[in-house]
């Protein structure tokens, strides 16, 4: 009878003894980088990434199937993978690799979340399979409850394309410290039982060597600026942007108008001139109210420029010195890296650097006019509905709608046509009438654009 209870013992035996896996001994590894311990079976080839140093390679990279010693750390340092380790067979990949993103850092432990924040959380990245290529033939996440110290969830995929053929993945997954510890294990075909097995036993094998306290975030003035003065900023854009757009519609809306009244002026030139060719008699020429000559040289263009940075664009100057304030501001007030300060700085340089070259430019383009001419002054007749322009350029006659803007000073009169180009008339040039006749005129025909 003792026989027979001892045959069916050592039969159970045998039968669990077959149904459990066994891998070879293992090895401890710590990573400080992840503060955690993992063994590993000591039948894997296993690297750090100080194994793939170009001048002095680990003996077994080969062994592995590694050919390019220098790809293969670059990829290690890009996924911020510290341990990797590859079956005899090549037929296995497992790779030990960190992430630190606003998603783990806004959970930070997975062990403190209630079950319906976790199913929540995985939610999430199931939603990752929608956003996978043609070639995701599977993709599932479920939870995984069995490591012995933590709450992990488990990530299955397959992958079926022409550069890599088929292949499955596992991984293991979980959050600590506010970065995600990922036992991820990539085989060519489809994973065999005894290769998941292999990966949930390391996984298992995982102890965390430190676990931290989610810190609480504690806004005092410093961290306030820093959190609010990119939003100041981006807020200040956008305002900029907007207030840009509304002007531009405004000014495309008044070229309109102002080309409907110049064509119906230049109809009603046309009728007249029609006119008085039907009746044999030359067009009568308006009375000249008003005439002057003013002669242009780089005094002129200096007042000029002086006039239209000081008066005509001093809310843009403002506005300009005021964001190049608000950027330089920024590298002293935002806590951001140092490559972004710098960038910050450089921005700030730039506007000031422009705003200073500004009005140069714009007395080269007006001197540029001046030397194209032979002439060096122009002579203004006034009349009642137009004005007449001759010298500098070639005779033309305008209406005084065409003027968006005209402003007086102590010496000149500027009639702008557009946001830069003007005619200027000096006070001084009067032949016929005089500046208060000049200025009273342009009361009435611009009202409150004349200042």
């Not at 149904?19 to 311990?37: H, Q, R, V």
């Not at 990752?128 to 990530?155: A, C, H, M, S």
Request: net charge negative.
């Amino acid at each position: 009878m003792s026989k027979r209870i001892l045959s069916l013992l050592c039969a159970v035996i045998l039968v669990i003894g077959c149904a459990a896996p066994s891998f070879a001994a293992g090895t401890t590894y710590t990573i400080d980088e992840m503060n955690l311990t993992v063994e590993l079976p000591d039948d894997l080839y296993v690297f750090e990434q100080s194994d793939f140093n170009v001048l002095n390679p680990h003996p077994d990279l080969e062994k592995a199937g590694f050919t390019d010693v220098q790809d293969q750390l670059k990829l290690m340092q890009d996924y911020n993978i510290y341990l990797t380790a590859v079956s005899q067979d090549q037929q296995l990949q497992i790779n030990l690799a960190k992430k630190e993103s606003s998603t783990t850092q806004s959970v930070f432990d997975l062990s403190t979340l209630t079950d319906e924040e976790f199913e929540q959380f995985l939610d999430t990245m199931r939603e990752e399979d929608g956003q996978q290529d043609e070639t995701l033939k599977e993709y599932t996440v479920e939870r995984y409850n069995d490591q012995p110290e933590r709450p992990f969830f488990q990530i299955r995929l397959k992958v079926d394309s022409e550069e890599t053929g088929e292949m499955e993945e596992l991984c293991y997954v979980t959050v600590v410290n506010g970065f995600s510890v990922t036992v991820d294990g990539v085989a060519k075909g489809s994973m065999t039982q005894e290769q998941a097995d292999l990966l949930k036993t390391i996984a298992d094998s995982v102890h965390i060597t430190e676990v931290q306290e989610k810190p609480e975030i504690k806004l005092d003035g410093e961290a306030l600026i820093s959190l609010l003065f990119p939003l100041l900023l981006i807020v200040v854009l956008i305002v900029v942007g907007i207030v840009l757009r509304i002007r531009r519609g405004r000014a495309l809306k008044e070229r309109r108008r102002l080309a409907d009244m110049l064509s119906d002026y230049r109809r009603t030139q046309k009728k007249l001139e029609e006119e008085a060719a039907a009746a044999g008699t030359p067009l009568e020429e308006p009375q000249a109210l008003l005439r002057n000559t003013t002669a242009y040289n780089e005094e002129v263009a200096h007042a000029f420029v002086r006039f239209h940075f000081s008066r005509r664009r001093l809310g843009l100057m403002i506005g300009y010195g005021l964001f190049a304030l608000l950027i330089l501001a920024a590298v002293f007030l935002v806590d951001a890296e140092w490559y972004m300060k710098l960038i910050f700085f450089a921005a700030a340089v730039f506007l000031v650097v422009w705003m200073c070259l500004m009005p140069g430019k714009l007395f080269n383009n007006v001197m540029a006019t001046f030397k194209k001419s032979r002439v060096k002054e122009n002579e203004y007749t006034f009349r009642e509905d137009d004005f007449r322009i001759a010298g500098i350029q070639s005779a033309s006659v305008y209406p005084y709608f065409q003027i968006t803007r005209a402003y007086e000073t102590g010496k000149y009169f500027y009639l702008y046509f557009g946001e830069e180009q003007a005619y200027y008339i000096a006070k001084d040039g009067f032949t016929v009438g005089d500046a208060d006749g000049l200025r009273e005129l342009l009361k009435r025909k611009l009202g409150k654009n004349f200042k």
